[in-house]
């Protein structure tokens, strides 16, 4: 069966310091793979979309590689600040492109 | 630009009755799609419509309902509800939708109670 998995024990680091978190999937082609961050109560927020022959895509402090051999994807927040403090979905479509199914997110947690 | 606009914002209800829940896109485009959040279960689709017609649908029972209206806002309905209806309710727009290589603009949604 399609699984999408991210860490779901939250990921607690320094200020200042890289965040590295990792989206996991099996049973999928995915053309693309989407990034969200959300905060408490509130929706969530788009913030990066990487296609299958793309392997690096970077928004200021943020980068995202896709790597559709190892079924992976790495999501980098660098110089991290407390403000990065959120859940981070990672998305994808299924193979008929006709469903976006969500990761569980991993929760970032930025200490000053 | 306006964002996508959920409302109720929060709604109680009892088991067994109905609730319809709205769904303003942003201006211009033209899928509306609808998610539940729980904690256990995380994000799941619900359904999608394009201009007017469902266009995909997730795998949730018949009690899930939705519709689109000609300036393409949507509202969704679930009748008979149950404890386990609790949830988020997402509502999110994109120009294309599904298939399409665009991104999902979610709205904060509409949190349902059911006692």
């Known amino acids: 069966s399609q699984k999408i998995e991210q860490n779901s024990e939250a990921l607690n680091i320094q200020e200042g310091k890289t965040a590295t978190l990792t989206c996991n999937y099996t049973?999928?082609?995915?053309?693309?793979l989407q990034w969200y961050r959300q905060d408490p109560g509130r929706g969530p927020v788009f913030l990066l979309l990487i296609r299958e022959n793309e392997k690096e895509k970077r928004k200021e402090r943020l980068k995202v590689t896709f790597d559709t051999t190892l079924k992976q994807s790495l999501f980098h927040i660098t110089a991290s600040q407390p403000a990065d403090s959120a859940t981070y979905l990672c998305?994808?479509?299924?193979?008929?492109?006709?469903?976006?199914?969500f990761g569980g997110g991993t929760r970032l947690m930025v200490k000053p | 630009k306006a964002g996508v606009t959920q409302t109720p914002r929060y709604l109680i209800k009892t088991r067994g009755q109905q609730v319809t829940l709205s769904c303003s896109p942003i201006s211009g485009h033209r899928s509306v799609s609808w998610y539940q959040q729980t904690p256990g279960q995380g994000l799941q689709f619900l359904f999608e419509y394009f201009s007017e017609t469902q266009r995909n649908k997730g795998n949730f029972p018949g009690r899930f309902s939705g519709r689109q209206f000609s300036n393409s806002r949507s509202e969704m309905n679930v009748s008979t509800l149950e404890l386990g209806d609790s949830a988020l309710y997402l509502c999110?727009?994109?120009?294309?939708?599904?298939?399409?290589?665009?991104?999902?603009?979610f709205g904060d949604g509409t949190r349902l109670s059911i006692l």
């Open positions: 049973n999928y082609s995915p053309a693309y």
């Open positions: 998305a994808l479509e299924n193979n008929a492109g006709n469903m976006l199914t």
């Open positions: 999110a727009s994109s120009l294309g939708g599904l298939g399409s290589n665009q991104p999902q603009h």
